[in-house]
């Protein structure tokens, strides 16, 4: 039992396109900062989701939750093929905010017979993990590179088409 809610939560950012997207650009994003604060930004998006899932859990709703995590997936695209090194309380305010609105999301989706904090450790590791892959291709691509701006209208793109999804159910 501990184990499956464990692997449920781990695998919950995997199976989302919208958490997929946000995580990997949010890690990209961590290193297009200036001053590189690739360690900082990364564990502010973790605390915020954290932060969110507590919220959650404590009957507190944001509205349009839905629409409100395809708005963030727009947002980190649109930063990223935007092009440019933001400043480092910028991206930490912004991805703050970004992970409070996925942190929520992921605690209404805590499965009745789950352990609550088996589960969130999972969606720790699993997002820690997109993260971190995210780090490494914004190591990669360069701030204004063509691959940084292709991948930044992709998930902008995709979270559009998510969005119109979202307000059409």
Known sequence: MWGRGLLEGF???WTGISALLATIA??????HVEGRSVIAI????LCSMMVGAGLSGCGIQFPYMHSMVAATVIIL???LAYGRNYPVMVAAIGLALI????????GLAIPPKSSPLVFLVGILLGSGLLLAIGVWLGLWMEAGSTPSRVFGVLVSVTGAMVLMWALMT
């Not at 990364?42 to 998006?45: G, K, L, R, T």
């Not at 992970?99 to 992921?106: K, Q, R, Y």
């Open 11 to 13: 695998l919950l950012p």
């Open 42 to 45: 990364p564990i502010v998006f």
């Open 99 to 106: 992970g409070l609105v996925h942190g929520h999301a992921d």
């Open 26 to 31: 949010g890690g990209i994003l961590a290193v």
């Open 77 to 79: 695209g649109i930063a």
